[in-house]
């Protein structure tokens, strides 16, 4: 079997009624062999075992379980990433699910893509992926919204696909850099200095519904539209002097993300 191309670093913290849905989806994909990076952020629950359980299972897939001690989703990421030697890195959030031809599509994107094309963050659709309205708003978020709003965020942390060697060299999840909420966006600001990102119509995920319980992790309307509104040379200004003491005073460090408040699924 050749080296594997793909790691995938999935972080997670209490996730045992999540978690399993996500990996079986990761079993599903018609891509083989690739990477898993697993990174435990404090567990109390039987969420590591259930990780362990299914790697052992598993054909074509290496997988490496991590323990990250220190409090905060953005550690973990940086600790997965930091462990990453493959061509490319996916990063995959323990409550989403990647359709079976997530892997080969980024794959076939990626290889077809401009060499300035460091990687593709995929769409978020609900739970029926081929209706026509998810296809449309598919469409609009590939050849309208990104163009219309440059160098920002269209898709969230959870959907990241790229190139690993630009990935690290913009710093990454780094507590150092940006140990706040909303740290995807944030990112993404670095990354777009590195290359471009691109969308598809055939990339997407399904996120849980339960991020809609988030709303104390969000940021205000007004912040919103100001960071749609401010030109990709004024974006190291909105994060670093508008954004950061605002998040500062209201305590939205990336911690916060640890309150779960959510039912478990269905």
Not at 13 to 26: G, V
Not at 33 to 55: C, H, I, K, M, Y
Not at 180 to 198: A, M, N, T
Not at 223 to 231: K, V
Request: proline share 8%; hydrophobic share 40%; charged share 20%.
């Amino acid at each position: 079997m050749p080296e594997p191309r793909w790691t995938i670093v999935i972080p997670y913290f209490n996730e045992e009624q999540w978690l399993p849905a996500t990996l079986a989806s990761l079993s599903a994909q018609t891509l083989r062999p690739f990477r898993v990076v697993l990174v435990d952020n404090g567990s109390t629950d039987a969420t590591t075992a259930r990780a362990q359980e299914w790697a052992e299972t598993q054909q074509g897939i290496e997988t490496t379980l991590l323990t990250q001690p220190i409090p905060g989703q953005v550690h973990a990421l940086n600790m997965g990433i930091a462990a990453v030697r493959t061509e490319f890195i996916a990063i995959c959030d323990a409550d989403t699910i990647y359709p079976p031809h997530y892997l080969e599509t980024a794959t076939r994107r990626l290889e077809a893509a401009a060499p300035s094309t460091i990687g593709f963050i995929a769409h978020d659709t609900g739970p029926n992926a081929h209706s026509g309205w998810e296809r449309a708003g598919r469409w609009l978020y590939t050849h309208i919204i990104p163009n219309l709003l440059t160098h920002q965020a269209h898709g969230g942390g959870y959907a990241h696909l790229f190139r690993t060697a630009p990935y690290k060299a913009s710093g990454g999840y780094d507590p150092a850099l940006w140990p706040y909420v909303l740290k995807d966006h944030e990112l993404v600001h670095r990354l777009w200095k590195q290359g471009r990102i691109s969308y598809a119509t055939d990339l997407w995920v399904q996120p849980s519904p339960r991020r809609e319980d988030r709303k104390s992790v969000r940021w205000t309307l007004p912040e919103r539209i100001l960071y749609h509104a401010t030109l990709p040379s004024q974006k190291d200004w909105f994060f670093y002097r508008f954004l950061q003491p605002r998040f500062i005073a209201r305590g939205q460090k990336d911690t916060v993300l640890r309150q779960q408040n959510w039912s478990s699924p269905a």
